[in-house]
């Protein structure tokens, strides 16, 4: 099986790495489109700012060849909020446009502090990354941005009120959530999206 992880110099690459690697899966970090495209999976890590990441998608053309791919495709972190359509992040930003949600800042609140950072629980799940995994299991969140829910939500986490934890659109898989720093629950969900 080949895997791409996407390279647009998107941090947290390494550590995504690592973890397929303790899965016993080696995967190829590139930018080159070729190899891209005939991956069996697609991998898009990434911690960061939306603005400077969608510059460089755009300056190596991957912002146009990202939404044509077909095979299985999971966004991470910020490689999720890329798929949305434009972020407050930044003053604004375009990007991706593959699913329909805008991506907003977390409410300034006395008793909730922003960025949202630590381990919160699941719910609401729904579709085959979590297969074998209940409602309340606990994942790692580093993020000060959010998607809402909608009808592409698969699952659900509340800060304080309920945002999109993961999301799909045909082949396209996204969580907000770091699945490399979530323990045996971040495991289960690469190792059920390497069975899709």
Known sequence: MEIAIVDYKGGNVQSVLFALERLGVQATLTADHEVIRRADKVLFPGEGEAASAMRELSAQGLDALLPTLTQPFLGICLGMQLLGRHTQEGGGTELLGILPFDVVRFPAAPEYKVPHMGWNTLH?????????????????????????????????????????????HQNFYAVQFHTEKSGPVGTRILENFLKL
């Open 124 to 168: 609401a799940l729904h579709g085959p990354l979590f297969q074998d995994l209940r409602e309340e299991d606990y994942v790692y969140f580093v993020h000060s941005y959010f998607a809402p829910v909608g009808s592409y939500t698969i699952a659900q986490a509340t800060y304080p009120a309920p945002f999109s934890a993961a999301v799909q």
